[in-house]
């Protein structure tokens, strides 16, 4: 699990995997003994079993959901907004440590800053993202 994720990498990611299953459909559509046509057709078969065709579906679902998911949009872990939202005060408002940076409430204020964020589910995680 990553503290946060960039839809661009992730967009890299969704880009390289759908590289490798054309791969794989060009192996398909040029097979032309019975031999190729089994060994293409297994090793299709072999890939929709993989992880990298669970990853695709769920890159593919997620990029519907987010709103600029091409222009970069920063997924932010559940377990690490606090801490998120430590250094997003700090870079707004100038806070840093001492008073009354270490008396706030962290979870509290992360709490009230997710009213601004839209939350998603990839691999079993739960992210925040800024709603546009």
Known sequence: MA???DTR????????????LDCLQSD???ANTDEEIESADAAMLDWEDSEDCIK?????????EIYGWQDGV?????DFFADYAKDFAEAVFG???????????????????KIDYTNCEYQGETYYYRAS
């Open 56 to 64: 695709l579906n769920e890159l593919q679902a997620i990029s519907e």
């Open 74 to 78: 920063t997924l932010i872990h559940e």
């Open 3 to 5: 503290d946060t994720l």
């Open 28 to 30: 398909v559509d040029e």
């Open 95 to 113: 806070l840093s440590d001492g008073w009354p940076y270490n008396f706030i409430d962290w979870d509290s204020a992360a709490e009230q800053l």
């Open 9 to 20: 990498d992730l967009q890299d990611t969704f880009d390289e995997i759908i590289s490798e």
